[in-house]
C-alpha cells in the first residue's frame, strides 16, 4: 500500500490534488481513497489531504500517520521530525539545500509566472510525477484534461499544464 499525505491551506487546492492524484492511479487500476482534514473552517487555514493506493481492496478507514510521500504545498506548515525518515517529501520551497529523500521545487514561482496566481496544487503535480514515478506526465495531462476541460477556460488548463511539466522538469 502506498499511502501520501498533502499539506496545504484551504483554498489552495490540497484535497484537489489527493483527487487527482487517486484518480490517475484509479486509471491505472489501483484501488483508491481520498479524504481531506480540516482545520477551522476559513480560507488559508491548514488542510491535510490523504490519499491511499493500493492493488487490492482497501479496507482500512483512518487518517494516514507513517506515510510514504508526504507533499508539502506550504513549506510552513510540517515540522520535518515528525515525517518518517523513509518518506519521500516533495517540498514547494526556493531553499537550494540538499536533503535526503526530499525534492524541492519553487512550485510558486513557476505558478505564478505560467498562470497568475499561487495556487500551486497542480504545478506540483509534476513534481509528484519525478519524485513517485506513480505516473507520466501523459498520464496526469489526460486526467487535468477530462476533469477540468469544462469547468475552466482552455488558457487557464493549458497554462497549467505548461506549469506541470515545467515543475516536472525543475524538481531536484
Known sequence: MIEIIIHGKAG????????????????KGYFIQSFPEYGAAREGA??????RLDKQPILM????????????????LIAKDKTPKNSTIILNTDSKTKDKNTFKIN???????????????????????????????????????????TK?????????????KESYEKTR
Open 12 to 27: 489552495h487546492g490540497a484535497k484537489s490534488l489527493g483527487e487527482i492524484i487517486a484518480s490517475i492511479m484509479q486509471k
Open 107 to 149: 512550485a510558486t514561482e513557476i505558478s505564478q509566472r505560467n498562470t497568475g496566481n499561487q495556487i500551486t496544487n497542480l504545478t506540483m503535480l509534476g513534481s509528484v510525477a519525478k519524485a513517485t514515478k506513480l505516473f507520466t506526465l501523459s498520464e496526469a495531462e489526460t486526467i487535468l484534461n477530462e476533469k477540468f476541460n
Open 46 to 51: 491548514p488542510v491535510k489531504s490523504f490519499v
Open 152 to 164: 475552466i477556460s482552455k488558457e487557464t488548463l493549458t497554462a497549467n499544464i505548461k506549469a506541470m
Open 61 to 76: 478507514h483512518s487518517n494516514i500517520e507513517n506515510p510514504n510521500i508526504v507533499i508539502i504545498i506550504d513549506k510552513h
